[in-house]
């Protein structure tokens, strides 16, 4: 069982705002195997532009950075050395909002890769795409 902690916070002005988001993620062991791995903290940082489009729908480009820190990880009682690190990434995407959903395309640049040992492969530019049913 591991343990999520999330803070989101707002900060908007008529159409252009902040978005902030932090999450941290505290990992137990797996007895089993005798492994854990290292706690994971994660941050979002986004400005915003929001544009209506019509009564039930909006556009929201966004850009920003996202940051990842993960501890390093303990099997038998001894620590990985090829684990952890952080990596930085810039950001840049869209999201459609329309009626109950959102429909959404982002692309993040890896601008800074600092992981442990030498067995990790370095992390590359990422992109994500989705849909969501908003209830």
């Known amino acids: 069982m591991d343990f999520v902690f999330s803070i989101d916070y707002l900060l908007k002005y008529k159409k252009i705002g902040l978005l902030?988001?932090?999450n941290y993620k505290a990992n137990t062991m797996n007895k089993s195997v005798d492994y854990?791995?290292?706690n994971t903290y994660n941050n979002t940082l986004n400005?915003?532009?929001m544009k209506k489009l019509g009564e039930k729908?909006?556009?929201?480009?966004?850009?920003?950075?996202?940051?990842?820190?993960?501890?390093?990880d303990i099997e038998?009682?001894?620590y990985e050395v090829n684990s952890g690190g952080k990596?930085?990434?810039g950001t840049i995407g869209l999201q459609f909002f329309?009626?109950?959903?959102k429909i959404e395309a982002m692309y993040q640049h890896a601008i800074s890769n600092k992981l442990n040992g030498s067995l990790q492969l370095e992390t590359r530019n990422r992109m994500q795409t989705g849909i969501t049913y908003l209830f």
């Open 20 to 22: 902030f988001n932090t």
């Open 36 to 38: 854990i791995f290292g």
């Open 47 to 49: 400005l915003f532009y």
């Open 57 to 72: 729908s909006s556009l929201l480009p966004y850009i920003g950075s996202y940051a990842e820190f993960a501890g390093i």
């Open 76 to 78: 038998n009682k001894k």
């Open 87 to 89: 990596v930085v990434f």
């Open 98 to 101: 329309c009626y109950q959903f």
